[in-house]
């Protein structure tokens, strides 16, 4: 190195000492787009699944459905949305097709459609509705576009492939930002054979709607969790290797927990439905689920690194059931109350070592966006929290900078009782979020050990809860 480096490269050195910029988090060898991580703090979404069926009382149409049957008497979509803001949703994804073919928007490509329906003469348009009700109410739109059409008589030719563009440009062109495509695999028996031109489907959303995230069983970017119950494997990794994987044909187990060494990231979505069937049916108004029944489910789909997909079918006078309506509000105010006081907070944390200044304080600071990081060397760290004051608490929630990747893949917390550290919670990944249940506990010491790490350890945020009474009624 010649001295004219020097004089130029030590002042950037010295510079670089003194703002801590040198000691910075590399991202991870995969990392999300910016549009899945503003996806995984969404948490809760709901599904609106509404079609013919739910006149006829199927769950599968056969596409032979007179488009007369659809007729709901006081279709509110304000109702939908504001019920699914005040349940603390941030999107709502709405059948605009299901397995029947039938459309609940005008489509100039299909008379299967609501404008041959008695609803509003056939001037109805369902997508509308929703999503001018969801930018009304501040929430995201998505559509669900079924590839799978009982109806259409090119379903089976390679035309379908060219309808199916159609339908899905003008949803992507009528409805402005829609912010989820959803497609599934699903497919009856007696199906027609047909090829899906999913690389069709996936570019003309990119070109259309650039911000849009696309969910199947192998994403792109959104991936299915492996059954429809909505929960995520204890170990859940955003990862997957995502070539390879035919839709409709997927390894629920290998949906289910992600991979560490998987090639793309590709978010965990859990879907459920809050009562038995997706679509309404009169004999389920009283097997609504509990609200302890979709806390529960929170823990299980949130609380493992992934998002809840909650469907809400509309009745037939095209609202939310009051039943599910009661559900709903009771389940965010017990979630509410859980976690409306992070006893964590403000807390004075040390850790075994750090990277350069984030400090280990940034994990109490209630910012996702600031992290701790050990020092690059270390494979594994402790961080020891003490309370301002003893408490008592029975959750735990554990966050990483996902922004970086997902590191971790061993952790456990110990308490302090009478002097001496006995672990009381443990698992293997984080991901953006991570809440455990356990046994009441009062200390005012706690220690985070995580033990195993597929690169740098960092974490983002740290909390201790009690949960709400009306949780334990589950
Ligand atoms: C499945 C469909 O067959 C069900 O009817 C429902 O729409 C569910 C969310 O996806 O694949």
């Given at each position: 190195?010649?001295?004219?480096?020097l004089?130029i490269?030590?002042p950037v050195?010295?510079?670089?000492?003194?703002t801590?910029?040198q000691?910075?988090?590399?991202p991870?060898?995969?990392v999300?787009?910016?549009?899945?991580v503003?996806?995984?703090?969404?948490?809760?979404?709901?599904?609106?699944?509404?079609?013919?069926?739910?006149?006829t009382?199927?769950?599968?149409?056969?596409?032979?459905e007179?488009?007369q049957?659809?007729?709901?008497?006081?279709l509110?979509?304000?109702?939908?949305?504001?019920?699914?803001?005040?349940?603390g949703?941030?999107?709502?994804?709405?059948?605009?097709?299901?397995?029947?073919?039938?459309?609940?928007?005008?489509?100039?490509?299909?008379?299967?459609?609501v404008?041959?329906?008695p609803?509003?003469?056939?001037?109805g348009?369902?997508?509308?509705?929703l999503?001018?009700a969801?930018?009304?109410?501040?929430?995201?739109?998505?559509?669900?576009?079924?590839?799978?059409d009982?109806?259409?008589?090119?379903?089976?030719?390679?035309?379908?492939?060219?309808?199916?563009?159609?339908?899905?440009e003008?949803?992507?062109t009528?409805?402005?930002?829609?912010?989820?495509?959803?497609?599934?695999?699903?497919?009856?028996?007696?199906?027609?054979?047909?090829?899906?031109?999913?690389?069709a489907?996936?570019?003309l959303?990119r070109?259309?709607?650039?911000?849009?995230?696309?969910?199947?069983?192998a994403?792109?970017d959104?991936?299915?969790?492996?059954?429809?119950?909505?929960?995520?494997?204890?170990?859940?990794?955003?990862?997957?290797?995502?070539?390879g994987?035919?839709?409709?044909?997927?390894?629920?187990?290998?949906?289910?927990?992600?991979?560490?060494?998987?090639?793309?990231?590709?978010?965990?979505e859990?879907?459920?439905?809050?009562?038995?069937?997706w679509?309404?049916?009169?004999?389920?108004?009283?097997?609504?689920?509990t609200?302890?029944q979709?806390?529960?489910?929170?823990?299980?789909?949130?609380?493992?690194?992934?998002t809840?997909?909650?469907?809400?079918?509309?009745?037939?006078?095209?609202?939310?059931?009051e039943?599910?309506?009661?559900?709903?509000t009771?389940?965010?105010?017990?979630?509410?109350?859980?976690?409306?006081?992070?006893?964590?907070?403000g807390?004075?944390?040390?850790a075994?070592?750090?990277?350069?200044?984030?400090?280990p304080?940034?994990?109490v600071?209630?910012?996702?966006?600031?992290y701790?990081?050990?020092?690059?060397?270390?494979?594994?760290?402790?961080?020891?929290?003490l309370?301002?004051?003893?408490?008592?608490?029975?959750?735990?929630?554990?966050?990483?900078p996902?922004?970086?990747?997902?590191?971790?893949?061993?952790?456990k917390?110990?308490?302090n009782?009478?002097g001496e550290?006995?672990?009381?919670?443990?698992g293997?990944?984080?991901?953006?979020?991570?809440?455990?249940?356990?046994?009441?506990?009062?200390t005012?010491?706690?220690?985070?050990?995580?033990?195993?790490?597929?690169?740098t350890?960092?974490?983002?945020?740290?909390?201790?809860?009690?949960?709400?009474?009306?949780?334990?009624?589950?």
């Amino acid at each position: 190195m010649k001295v004219r480096h020097l004089i130029i490269l030590l002042p950037v050195f010295f510079l670089n000492c003194l703002t801590g910029r040198q000691a910075s988090l590399k991202p991870a060898r995969v990392v999300p787009t910016p549009q899945q991580v503003i996806y995984q703090q969404m948490e809760l979404i709901g599904f609106v699944h509404f079609t013919v069926n739910t006149f006829t009382d199927l769950e599968w149409g056969e596409g032979t459905e007179s488009p007369q049957i659809f007729n709901p008497t006081q279709l509110d979509a304000r109702q939908w949305a504001q019920t699914a803001k005040n349940a603390g949703m941030k999107k709502l994804i709405l059948t605009a097709k299901h397995h029947d073919g039938f459309c609940l928007w005008p489509s100039a490509y299909t008379e299967h459609s609501v404008k041959n329906s008695p609803w509003r003469n056939g001037t109805g348009d369902v997508v509308r509705d929703l999503a001018d009700a969801c930018a009304e109410f501040g929430l995201c739109f998505g559509v669900y576009l079924s590839p799978w059409d009982r109806h259409e008589p090119t379903y089976g030719t390679n035309k379908y492939n060219q309808f199916y563009l159609n339908q899905l440009e003008e949803l992507l062109t009528q409805y402005g930002e829609i912010c989820e495509f959803w497609i599934d695999g699903a497919k009856g028996e007696n199906a027609r054979d047909m090829e899906y031109d999913f690389d069709a489907f996936w570019d003309l959303v990119r070109r259309l709607q650039p911000n849009a995230l696309m969910f199947s069983d192998a994403g792109p970017d959104i991936r299915w969790i492996g059954n429809e119950h909505g929960i995520a494997g204890e170990t859940n990794w955003s990862m997957i290797k995502r070539d390879g994987i035919v839709i409709g044909k997927a390894d629920q187990k290998y949906l289910n927990s992600g991979d560490a060494e998987g090639t793309h990231w590709v978010v965990g979505e859990c879907d459920v439905s809050i009562r038995p069937g997706w679509f309404y049916h009169p004999s389920e108004d009283d097997k609504v689920k509990t609200p302890q029944q979709l806390v529960d489910l929170y823990y299980k789909s949130v609380g493992r690194n992934g998002t809840l997909l909650l469907n809400i079918p509309p009745d037939r006078r095209g609202l939310f059931h009051e039943n599910d309506v009661a559900a709903l509000t009771e389940f965010r105010s017990i979630l509410e109350e859980t976690f409306q006081n992070n006893l964590a907070a403000g807390a004075q944390v040390t850790a075994s070592n750090q990277l350069g200044k984030l400090s280990p304080e940034l994990i109490v600071d209630d910012d996702f966006n600031s992290y701790w990081a050990a020092s690059k060397k270390t494979k594994s760290a402790t961080l020891e929290i003490l309370l301002p004051e003893k408490g008592t608490f029975d959750r735990i929630m554990l966050q990483e900078p996902i922004f970086l990747g997902q590191r971790i893949s061993k952790f456990k917390v110990q308490v302090n009782t009478a002097g001496e550290w006995k672990d009381i919670a443990g698992g293997t990944t984080i991901g953006y979020k991570r809440l455990l249940k356990i046994e009441p506990v009062q200390t005012d010491r706690i220690r985070v050990v995580i033990a195993e790490a597929n690169a740098t350890i960092a974490l983002s945020e740290f909390g201790l809860f009690k949960a709400s009474e009306r949780e334990s009624d589950f």
